[in-house]
T-cell receptor, first 113, second 116 residues
Framework: DQQVKQNSPSLSVQEGRISILNCDYT??????FLWYKKYPAEGPTFLIS?????DKNEDGRFTVFLNKSAKHLSLHIVPSQPGDSAVYFC????????????FGSGTKLNVKP | DSGVTQTPKHLITATGQRVTLRCSPR?????VYWYQQSLDQGLQFLIQ???????AKGNILERFSAQQFPDLHSELNLSSLELGDSALYFC???????????????FGSGTRLTVV
């Protein structure tokens, strides 16, 4: 049962433009949502997070939006840079074990110079 | 370097064999998590340990087992290996209050297991 889904396996954008990565979830008990970034041959690294009490969190060029009614979150990267090219995973947790995260299958972002 | 160390980085073995993957958490972290990433799949939660005790279990096969030792390092044992067990296995760690929700975990760079 895939509780967190990333329906776009890949995304290509031009340097300087906005990248929008999307994620959907099914479990209304999820309280925390995170984005991880993964380069080849490395483990995922934490990027940004949001709790269910907020609908937006910003950190520099990265903004995460949460739409609880739609069970949807998105990551905006503005402006996109070639170094942002990586696989991005969204993850969610909540309920009786907020340490147990469910991950999406990832979206591979390619930022073209 | 994330501070979470996984060994070995690569492992090739035959079907039916048994292997052990090792993880040393970041200094100060008490929780260890194991995840499996198969080809084009997301990370699937296998199991979590906290200070030596099993805390949560995910979709971990009966052929797989894990433990966390007093020095907090953890081992994931995979036995009777099948071709479908070929995957990246990630270990992650967190400290009390940090693994919760908004901070996530710190991942190691993974062990790539190939079963032939």
């Amino acid at each position: 049962d895939q509780q967190v889904k990333q329906n776009s396996p890949s995304l290509s954008v031009q340097e300087g433009r906005i990248s929008i990565l999307n994620c959907d979830y099914t479990n209304s008990m999820f309280d925390y949502f995170l984005w991880y970034k993964k380069y080849p041959a490395e483990g995922p690294t934490f990027l940004i997070s949001i709790s269910s009490i907020k609908d937006k969190n910003e950190d520099g060029r990265f903004t995460v939006f949460l739409n609880k009614s739609a069970k949807h979150l998105s990551l905006h990267i503005v402006p996109s840079q070639p170094g942002d090219s990586a696989v991005y995973f969204c993850a969610a947790s909540g309920g009786d074990n907020f340490n147990k995260f469910y991950f999406g299958s990832g979206t591979k972002l390619n930022v073209k110079p | 370097d994330s501070g979470v160390t996984q060994t070995p980085k690569h492992l090739i073995t035959a079907t039916g064999q048994r292997v052990t993957l090792r993880c040393s958490p970041r200094s100060g972290d008490l929780s260890v998590y194991w995840y499996q990433q198969s080809l084009d799949q997301g990370l699937q939660f296998l199991i979590q340990y906290y200070n030596g005790e099993e805390r949560a279990k995910g979709n971990i096969l009966e052929r797989f087992s894990a433990q966390q030792f007093p020095d907090l390092h953890s081992e994931l044992n995979l036995s009777s290996l099948e071709l479908g067990d070929s995957a990246l296995y990630f270990c992650a760690s967190s400290r009390p209050g940090q693994g919760s929700g908004l901070h996530g975990y710190t991942f190691g760079s993974g062990t790539r297991l190939t079963v032939v």
